[in-house]
């Protein structure tokens, strides 16, 4: 039986068109766009899932804050607003805010890391990965082994591997590890949750070793309501309680609060209570960002994210916005489509390995499975797998992911049944013509972070049966 999907606990108060395409139209535009889906215009796309970054619709209090901001260059009202909401969402003394998410990993990663150091994590995100590996470190990845079965349940398979993490610790020698990032929810594994134990025992080596815990917390709020409503002894505990616990096992973090803060733009950097490791990170803000009290951000948005923090702990809305992803996954399941199961808060994680099993991860199933989405229905997903991999910065060559992901994110309170109901419509129909769907080659990429810019060719037919 198919899960029964939560009506928003919203009501719509401004509607925006959308432009509707023919299978031709498609066809035409994403050949143009050199089949990278970041390179369409967004005019050309009916549903967008690209990103849940930036793309949520604001509340009336959050517009109604906007009007509040205060444009100030130097200690304005708007940045005291969100210092406050943010010291009592996470407990830290300090915060500083950035422009978005990999503003923040800029201003932090030269402090922590260096060439010959490592960065260990339960995944690095993409641009994670890219800002330790621009300052010569290597970032290695220590997620549990559940992660990589896609079609066994396991309640938190985005955790540390606490054990082999201990082991790299000892391996490399802890004065060679700069730190320890946690990623919450762990966004590559699938937006996986991690639980509060295991937060709490990587801390704990993390602390025996003197090596410092970021935790990246785009995703907090929905790592909460995971551990809510899986974690033993947390059922009857507010999803603020929850965070604050969440983030006494961390030193500091970085933060892209485009996500479960519910803003256009906008990130954080919080420091729990290291004076001089916060002063270096107001030097290097001014520096990059702009001065101290609006980092590279207008007053009236900050103003948005004093109020999307506190919105984004709502419990009502964290059970709509995750039931969008279960009421997905149950159709999924009926049309026997394998995805990371269970599916992440801010996203359903198609396995493209599954689905397109003909094509080697040298020719990217999940961006296949990408670009057909959108030729099929104008529906604009992503690719997290070998195509987002960067070549190994040592050899040179393709990096193959554990995972060929295709990511489905769910902007928040934007889609209705209706919009979700479409998107699976449109996978069925082409696991029916799986066999038809071809691979692709790189025909020019840039050096760093290459899915957003690279420019990519169909795969001849008979290369892919050779393969």
Known sequence: MSKKYIAEPFKIKMVEPMKMTTVEEREEKIKNAN????????DDVYIDLLTDSGTGAMSSKQWAAVMLGDESYSGANSYFNLVESAQDIFGYKYIQPVHQGRAAEKVVMPLLVESGKYAISNMHFDTTRAHVELTGAKAIDCVVEE????VTYAPFKGNMDVERMEKLINEFGAENVGAIIMTVTNNTAGGQPVSMENMRETYKVAKKYNIPVVIDSARYAENAYFIKTREEGYEDKTIKEIVRE???YGDMLTMSSKKDA???????????????????IKARTIAFEGFVSYGGLAGRDLEALAVGLQEGVDFDYLKYRIGQMEYIAARLDEAGITYQNPVGGHAVFVDAKKILPHIPYYQYPAQALAIELYKEAGIRSCDIGSYMLDNDPVTGQQRQAELEFTRLAIPRRVYTQAHLDVVVDAIIAIKERASEVHGYEITWQPKVLRHFTAKLAPVKVEETIEA
């Not at 519910?262 to 270096?280: F, H, K, M, Q, S």
């Open 35 to 42: 089949y990278n889906l970041f390179s369409l215009q967004a």
């Open 246 to 248: 969440m983030f006494s």
């Open 147 to 150: 992660a990589l079965d896609t």
């Open 262 to 280: 519910i803003v256009n733009i906008g990130g954080l950097i919080g420091v729990r209570d290291d004076e001089e490791l916060y002063n270096n």
